[in-house]
């Protein structure tokens, strides 16, 4: 018996005494566990008692709900590798969002896909683009909806890139952030609560920030994408935007996957130039992103993304019988919270939200 084992005997032997009291002349102890004095399965015991002391708790308040807008008339069109998740045009996306209110959702993510594409992504800050049709009309049905406004550009570019393109073919930072500027005013001015961009640009919280204020929103918060990954979990997500690039990849200015050190980095910059929120981006893979994150900046709300490629898997694997879709799904978003997320934005948010409910 090691000097450990034996310790642990003696204080079981004590303990056991202690609860047992003396022996008479004669009798022996016997080998029960009573001498257990710490049993965490008795808050186990049943769902009251597990519920009593649950230590990390998922709400219908907790939930983002991405919406695709697209400029075709009176359009509902599922996407073929995101199963529930639609393709509106503005006024049947102002009913999808009411319906998420009835249930508890308070935000949503506004996507635009315009009809139009030009190198500079013009529709991105038009004044009757897409996004800015739709958030008006959801504005007017849904007013307490909190709309959080994508600020991005590969959706609007013919090229797919993320940016200005210069004339080796890269996305010209500087000349971008002018851009991104226009398109987050003409959000704002349309009556978005939040803008979010997510191009992974050099200083573009700063740019925002300083043209949202010299335009009458200092009222107006920034929610940064502030760790995004080049990740392979974003294919679905560009079926549902079409915003894949023409050629080559966005690998120059969104993060290496192997980095977690780098998104600390990020995120102070971000801080610093006026973020409001931080987002992770993809979540599953990089929970321990988010929990590095959660300990940065402990006061900073923080969103975690439960993207696309995340959401088709799961839907996959339930349409296959190979797991339950409800328990996964209510598991994976109480994991991104556990991890430190205070908001998830997740194409599951309105199953969620019935599930929260029942």
């Not at 709309?147 to 210069?166: K, P, S, V, W």
């Not at 349409?319 to 997740?346: C, F, N, P």
């Amino acid at each position: 018996m090691t000097i450990d084992e034996h310790d642990f005997a003696s204080a079981m032997a004590a303990r056991q005494a202690a609860q047992d009291g003396p022996l008479a002349d004669g009798e022996e102890r016997s080998g029960s566990a009573s001498a257990l004095l710490q049993r965490p399965r008795r808050l186990r015991r049943t769902h009251g008692l597990r519920a009593l002391v649950r230590e990390t708790r998922l709400a219908t308040d907790d939930l983002v709900l991405p919406v695709f807008v697209t400029e075709e008339p009176d359009a509902a069109h599922e996407v073929p590798s995101m199963p529930g998740v639609f393709q509106f045009s503005p006024d049947r996306a102002a009913v999808f969002v009411e319906e998420a209110s009835s249930l508890g959702l308070r935000a949503v993510l506004v996507f635009g896909l315009p009809a139009v594409k030009d190198a500079r992504g013009s529709e991105a800050f038009a004044l009757d683009g897409i996004a800015q049709k739709a958030i008006r009309v959801i504005r007017e049905r849904v007013p307490d909806m909190v709309i959080i406004a994508d600020a991005c550009m590969c959706e609007y570019t013919d090229h797919g890139h993320c940016g200005i393109l210069d004339e080796h073919l890269d996305v010209d930072n500087d000349h971008t952030l002018e851009t991104l500027a226009r398109i987050a005013v003409s959000q704002a001015d349309a009556g978005a609560d939040v803008i979010a961009p997510s191009g992974m640009i050099d200083g573009m919280v700063g740019a925002i920030r300083a043209a949202l204020d010299r335009h009458g929103h200092a009222g107006v918060s920034i929610l940064s994408y502030s760790t995004k990954y080049a990740s392979a979990f974003y294919g679905p997500f560009r079926d549902a935007a079409k915003g894949a690039p023409a050629f080559g990849d966005r690998r120059t200015h969104q993060m290496d996957p192997a980095n977690a050190r780098e998104a600390l980095r990020e995120n102070a910059l971000d801080v610093a130039e006026g973020a409001d929120m931080l987002m992770v981006k993809p979540a599953l893979a990089y929970l321990d992103v988010v929990r590095q994150t959660r300990d940065q900046f402990p006061a900073v709300p923080l969103v975690a993304y439960n993207v696309s490629g995340e959401y088709a898997m799961v839907k996959a694997a339930a349409a296959a019988g190979w797991l339950d879709e409800r328990s996964i799904v209510l598991e994976l978003l109480t994991g991104m919270k556990r991890a430190g997320a205070d908001l998830i934005i997740t194409y599951h948010a309105v199953q969620a939200a019935r599930w929260l409910r029942a």
